[in-house]
């Protein structure tokens, strides 16, 4: 307890000498603080001191400073002025001294804290404007920045807040004293960022449970080299990759093509180059990519396995900005060009130099690629002199952004992604003649897209969006030892129009409704010249569909029920969907969630063994006929805990999914139903685990996933029995650590069990079907290959050119142990010998060290 003076105690000298030390306190306080103008205060200096001061009127004018003690020397007194004025004090020599604010910085400090809840926002950037200076906010919402201009302009931004923009000066630090800036929630943003930095920096927890990955602020993940946006969400529990390619992501079990991918509202229908290896998304205008995995949206619906819905960036910058950098493998380009403050445009394009270079990365990827493919097959043949292959990637992207006013936005966007491949072959036959044959391999694809974003007042907004995308897989295989010429095509044609609306109800409740409108008509063409054989299918449909959902949240509860109605027109058919999203708060660190959705799928991909494309891409995409195809659907719901506190994240989540429609064509089948028209289904359960720990200078976390994975069919015997993506135990684990301000480390590392695979059945492996020999498969998926690991690591160092332009040098290493893995099994009849059969293993990359190096600017 603080000591209280009693002054009536003391006597009369006491008293006195007190009264007079108070008095002299006091005017020595009324002294310090008296004002003066600066003007006056430099003629009294000027005649005290004998110096000239050298200004501007107009810079001085108004400027009041506190009168220095008579005492203090010149230096001193100048060095005070420098420090409470937003003036440069500068000595030209021992008598004149400028006054000005050229070259004055100044430094400055706050706080950026959520308007809702008041709670600090780890992670908010600060960014000068024209210039590449900045910083982001600690895990108590601090910040400081030094050394500013004192005319110097920033921008504070967090994902779903409005930005905000700040003169230096108004954040200047004054001692201890910083200022705490309110971050206003977007209007349009429904859903707040509940965990700012999960797992690395760039990655966000939303509050309904999806994940956001910010591909510009994006940090650093083991063995990346880029923020490749595919890759970059493998580390999320749940998501897996079991043949390592982002071509092939299964979440929570599904294939890939139960993924539904949208760029800028674009539904696309290819994800990788090098056949999976790399995404085929340029990062570098990607603004935000949201990755869902259960209580999805009722605005979204045909994947029923996730949603993966990315955005480029929709702000009209007043600066020309852009980048280009390159790795091992290709080389890229962004820019954003301001062309006036209501127009811009965006364009990024990429291509892979491996048809001119091949580098030590290029070559573990070809050989991964090509692997059990007529190219590697080909190699060695007997008779055969020369084959060479050209093998080369691209994409690019272009926006176009028009803000009518603060309230009304336009959007144009495009987007293209082209693989090709040409095999040739100079073939000697043994009577001495010689030939050549050229194959080819093209993959494409292009979306068109729109839209309108309009805030009609502070409750109502609507947008207009429409798309139109086209994929396209065109090949040719010549095969000189039959001189027979094999073509085909897949061809995905399909043009979208929707139309929402969201309603603010109160500032807990928002009201969401809409229409969708989509065509899909699908080509499959196979034509053989010898012997002659031509197939053209062609199918269309189209579906209409209707959604509403009601939004609640407050400081403990996140409430969001959905509904979607779909009519496909063709078969008559309605599909109702209901979607609920549930969180709820059972004290500040603890919470529970539930989620839950139906979702439904009318295209897929089939498997197609017979007439793969040069062996490499099998896949094809194909519509449901509502009879031998139906219409995939599935039932998930998920409940689990999050514990959140001190920047530890717990977090435990059990999810039971059923996916009911698919076929055997859709799935990839090495044993004896591989050529078995047949539908059914699976179930997938489990129970993920994640604990991540996060710092300002350091991200490490572990996450580990359970689960089952069934098939079934009805029809075959055994009617139930593993999925091919049945993993039952995965283990994932990183640690990522800033050494220095400029450069950081990721070391992390994945172990999984094994795929199932079909062996042949023991004492009979081959089995005669008329007067070929098949393999006579075992049980199916009775087998799992050997347990999958693999340690990865990257290095990320960051360093300036000049002002304005920044560099980074990212170098990462995937399995640098050199684990050699098997990803997937299956067996052939051995030509040989018609009674046994060969095993053939596909093996996953190899140690592949990859290095890049980026400009900004």
Known sequence: MAKKWNFTTMGPTKNRVILFLFCGFLSFGVQAQEQLPLVQLLEILENKFDVKFSYSVNDI?????????PSAPLSEIIKELNE??????????????????????????????????????????????????????????????????????????YLGFTPQVFSAKDLRSTGNDCIT???????????????????????????????????????????????????????????????????????????????????DDIKMYHSGHFFGLISAYNPYLTNKVVVTKNGTSSEFSDGVSSTINMS???????????????????????????????????????????????????????????????????????????????????????KLLFDLNENHKFRANLIGISNHLEYIEDYQANSGQSTSKTS???????????????????????????????????AIDYKIETDQHLTQDNEVLETGLKFKTKYKFSKNINFLNGYQFSEIGVLNGTTVNAPSYVSIQKDVLLNHALFSEVEYKN???????????????????????????????????????????????????????????????????????NSTIPISESKQGSFGFEYHKNNWLVDIEGFYKQVDGITTSNQGFYNNFQFINATGGYTAKGVEFLINKTGINYSTWL????????????????????????????????????????????????????????????GKE?????????????????????????????????????????????????????????????????????????????????LTPNLSLRIKF
């Not at 270079?357 to 190219?375: G, H, K, L, V």
């Not at 979607?564 to 078969?571: A, M």
């Open 766 to 846: 081959t089995v005669r079907d008329g007067n070929n020999y098949r393999v006579n498969y075992d049980s199916p998926n009775k087998e799992n290959l050997d347990d999958f690991m693999r340690l990865d690591v990257s290095l990320n160092y960051d360093f300036k050119f000049s002002k304005g332009i920044q560099g980074m040098v990212r170098a990462g290493v995937l399995n640098v142990t050199n684990q050699e893995n098997t990803i997937n099994r299956y067996f052939k009849v051995n030509p040989e010998n018609s009674n046994t059969t060969l095993k053939t293993d596909h093996k996953s990359l190899g």
């Open 181 to 263: 800036i309110v971050m206003e929630e977007q209007n349009q943003a429904l859903n707040q960022i509940l965990i700012s930095k999960f797992l690395t920096t760039g990655l966000q927890k939303s509050i309904d449970g999806s994940t956001i990955l910010n591909a510009e602020k994006f940090g650093i993940l083991p063995g990346l080299t880029e923020p490749d946006i595919l890759q970059s969400i493998q580390a999320l529990p749940g998501v897996e990759s079991i043949n390592e390619s982002i071509a092939n992501i299964n979440v929570r079990g599904g294939t890939n093509d139960q993924n539904l991918i949208l760029w």
């Open 555 to 625: 400081k403990t509860t996140y409430l969001r029920l959905g509904v979607r109605g779909n009519y496909f027109q063709k078969f008559n058919k309605f599909i109702i969907e209901p979607r609920l999203n549930f969180r709820q708060k059972l004290i500040d660190q603890l919470a529970l969630k539930l989620q839950g959705e139906f979702k439904n799928q009318s295209v897929n991909q089939n498997i197609d063994f017979e007439y793969n494309f040069l062996g490499i891409e099998k896949r094809r995409w194909i519509l449901a006929d």
């Open 84 to 157: 409470k004025t937003l003036l440069n004090f500068k000595f030209l020599d021992e008598r004149y001294i400028t006054v000005s604010t050229l070259d004055k910085t100044i430094s400055i400090c706050g706080f950026v804290v959520a308007e809702n809840d008041n709670q600090p926002l780890f992670g908010a950037t600060l960014s000068l404007l024209n210039a590449s200076k900045g910083t982001i906010t600690d895990a108590q919402g601090k910040f400081r920045m030094d050394d500013l201009p004192i005319n110097a302009m920033l921008s504070v931004s």
């Open 61 to 69: 004018q108004n400027v009041r400073v506190a009168k220095p003690h």
């Open 703 to 762: 996450s580990y996933t359970y689960s089952t994975n069934t098939y079934n069919f009805e029809n075959f015997s055994p009617s139930e029995f593993p999925h091919n993506v049945d993993v039952r135990h995965s283990f994932s684990t990183a640690f990522n650590l800033n050494i220095l301000d400029n450069l950081e480390v990721s070391l992390g590392g994945i172990w999984r069990t094994g795929s199932p695979y079909t062996k042949p059945l023991q």
């Open 312 to 398: 480029t960036k929709n702000d009209i910058n007043s600066e020309f900005s852009g980048g280009f950098g390159a790795n091992s493998i290709h080389a890229d380009a962004f820019v954003e060009v301001p062309i006036s403050k209501k127009l811009a445009f965006h364009v990024s394009g990429r291509r892979s130099f491996t048809d001119v270079f091949n580098s030590p990365t290029y070559d573990n990827y070809y050989e991964r690629s090509f692997q059990d493919s007529e190219i590697s097959a080909n190699s060695g043949k007997v008779g055969e002199n020369n084959q060479k292959s050209d093998f080369y990637f691209y994409d690019y992207t272009a």
């Open 440 to 474: 080819f391999l093209n993959q494409e694809n292009i979306g068109l897209g729109a839209s309108w974003d309009a805030i009609w007042n502070r409750k109502f907004s609507s947008n207009v969006s429409t798309f139109y995308s086209q994929y396209n897989v065109d």
